[in-house]
């Protein structure tokens, strides 16, 4: 959104009136609503995705370790590890998703 172009079309129509004053709090109001709703959700998708590398990297190192205790013949190993943490990644996004 760009303010200053709306605040001229504000003024253009109500001059400088109690309307134009309304038109131009409720304008700033969403402005700051919009942009505090962006920065979150950078935020939560920041969290998300350094949530996501440490825990991937901590399945890889667990992982790792139960290869080597059991030889690679683990029963309880995903088959495909990748898929594994895409499936669990598109979980945390989910559960982080603002609503």
């Known amino acids: 959104m760009d303010v200053q ?3 001229q079309k504000i003024r253009h129509q109500y001059g400088t009136s109690e309307k134009a004053n309304y038109e131009i709090q409720k304008l700033f109001d969403s402005a700051i ?3 505090i709703d962006k920065t979150i959700q950078q935020q939560v998708e920041w969290i998300v995705n350094t949530a996501l590398f440490k825990l991937s990297e ?4 667990w992982n790792q370790q ?7 013949k683990s ?10 943490i895409a ?6 996004v989910a559960y982080f998703k603002p609503k």
Not at 58 to 61: A, H, S
Not at 75 to 84: R, V, Y
């Open 75 to 84: 029963l309880i190993k995903p088959k495909n590890n990748e898929q594994f």
């Open 5 to 7: 172009t709306e605040l």
């Open 58 to 61: 901590e399945f890889r190192r």
């Open 87 to 92: 499936d669990l990644s598109e979980r945390y």
């Open 66 to 72: 139960w290869s080597n205790f059991d030889n690679g």
């Open 33 to 35: 609503k919009e942009a």
